[in-house]
Each structure stands twice: as structure tokens, then as C-alpha cells.
T-cell receptor, first 117, second 116 residues
Framework: GAVVSQHPSWVICKSGTSVKIECRSL??????MFWYRQFPKQSLMLMAT?????????EQGVEKDKFLINHASLTLSTLTVTSAHPEDSSFYIC?????????????FGPGTRLTVT | AQSVTQLDSHVSVSEGTPVLLRCNYS??????LFWYVQHPNKGLQLLLK??????LVKGINGFEAEFKKSETSFHLTKPSAHMSDAAEYFC??????????????FGKGTHLIIQP
């Protein structure tokens, strides 16, 4: 089946620094990828839709200047958390739909746990 | 607009007994519905999906779900629980209003506990 990877799997950073998280589709091309965040013992919340070659679209309440998304190729999207603060500590998960066959199935990365100290 | 309601935040069953995890949805379009499982410190795994074909959907690990449009429900069942089924389960909806590549709407999750 389709595989999506994320790097790093976990990261600890100091308050005020920026952190970049990568999401890769390993065996299929993804013109669209999605970024979610999950707080401890809570559900996943869609943050933004990453579009290859164009600007990302953000969900209401998500600061686009804080969560920078770049989708420079058909297999890679990056999420940069700028000027991170402790409240940004969360589990960030990306997904990519494999539209071959129009199965509407999305494949999820394993997630990146961000801790801001 | 779409939404998902998982009716139970926690479900506890004994090993070998049936499992029922309840989910109701709301969608403006003909939805696709999914159940995902998340084991501790692991990524999301798709259990099964409904995409307007057969209303009774069979998934992995003995799970199945039935799409009932009249009740706007998509409950997940398994005849006999196994210890390895203990995990967080998410009911998810996509209404394809964006043409097929849409962000998913997750329910709040149901924590399944298996008693030995």
C-alpha cells in the first residue's frame, strides 16, 4: 500500500526557535497533502491543505504566518512552526490522498511529536 | 459542512465478547466514511471505508461497519474482542465537496479497553 513518511519523528526545541517537519509520499505522487495536529488524548484537527505549486489553504483559526507550509514537489510538503512556544507542543500528522482509482483513501504519516521548552 | 459524533468516549468489554463503537455523521453531500485505529505511539491505520458501494463494509482484523443512511450512522463492530484491539478508534467523514482530495473530519475518538 501507499506509504507516507514524516521526519523527524520527534523534536524538542526552545521557545522562540523555528522547527521544520517534512512529509513525504514514498511511492505515489500527491498534489495535495494535509496537515493535522493532535493534542494529548484528543482528536485530530485539520490545520491546512498543502497544494503543490500554490499556496496552502488554512482552516479557520490557524495562523498562516506561524505555520508555514511549502509543497515544492509532488512528493514533499513541509510544515515550519515559526517562533515556537510551549502551546505549540503537539503531535503533528500529515496525510496524502492517493487518488489513483478514486478510492478517496488518505494515507497518514506516523506523526511528529513536537515539544517546545 | 460535515461533522462526526462518536457517542462513547470510552468502551470497555471483556476479551472474547462483541465490540460496538457508535458513530453518527452529518454531511451535505454523499459522504465517504472511514474508521481509523491509533495504537499508543503509533500512526493511524485504516480499518475500513465506505464509499457508496456496499453498505456493509468488512475491514481488517475482523472489524466491520454498516452504513445506514436513514439513521446517519456508521457503527463499528467486531464479534469477538482481542486484547490487541485495545486502542483509540476514530470515525472519520469526507464529503468530497472539494472534488475528491479533501481534508478529513475526525470524531473525538473512542478509547476501547479490553478486560482480560
Amino acid at each position: 500500500g501507499a506509504v507516507v513518511s514524516q521526519h523527524p519523528s520527534w523534536v524538542i526545541c526552545k521557545s522562540g526557535t523555528s522547527v521544520k517537519i517534512e512529509c513525504r509520499s514514498l511511492d505515489f505522487q500527491a498534489t495535495t497533502m494535509f496537515w493535522y495536529r493532535q493534542f494529548p488524548k484528543q482528536s485530530l484537527m485539520l490545520m491546512a491543505t498543502s497544494n503543490e505549486g500554490s499556496k496552502a489553504t488554512y482552516e479557520q483559526g490557524v495562523e498562516k504566518d506561524k505555520f508555514l507550509i511549502n509543497h515544492a514537489s509532488l512528493t514533499l510538503s513541509t510544515l515550519t512552526v515559526t517562533s515556537a512556544h510551549p502551546e505549540d507542543s503537539s503531535f503533528y500528522i500529515c496525510s496524502a490522498p492517493n487518488l489513483a482509482g478514486f478510492s478517496y483513501e488518505q494515507y497518514f504519516g506516523p506523526g511528529t511529536r513536537l515539544t517546545v521548552t | 459542512a460535515q461533522s462526526v459524533t462518536q457517542l462513547d468516549s470510552h468502551v470497555s468489554v471483556s476479551e472474547g465478547t462483541p465490540v460496538l463503537l457508535r458513530c453518527n455523521y452529518s454531511s451535505s453531500y454523499s459522504p465517504s466514511l472511514f474508521w481509523y485505529v491509533q495504537h499508543p505511539n503509533k500512526g493511524l491505520q485504516l480499518l475500513l471505508k465506505y464509499t457508496s458501494a456496499a453498505t456493509l463494509v468488512k475491514g481488517i482484523n475482523g472489524f466491520e461497519a454498516e452504513f445506514k443512511k436513514s439513521e446517519t450512522s456508521f457503527h463499528l463492530t467486531k464479534p469477538s474482542a482481542h486484547m490487541s484491539d485495545a486502542a483509540e478508534y476514530f470515525c472519520v467523514v469526507s464529503d468530497h465537496s472539494g472534488g475528491g482530495a479533501d481534508g478529513l473530519t475526525f470524531g473525538k475518538g473512542t478509547h476501547l479497553i479490553i478486560q482480560p
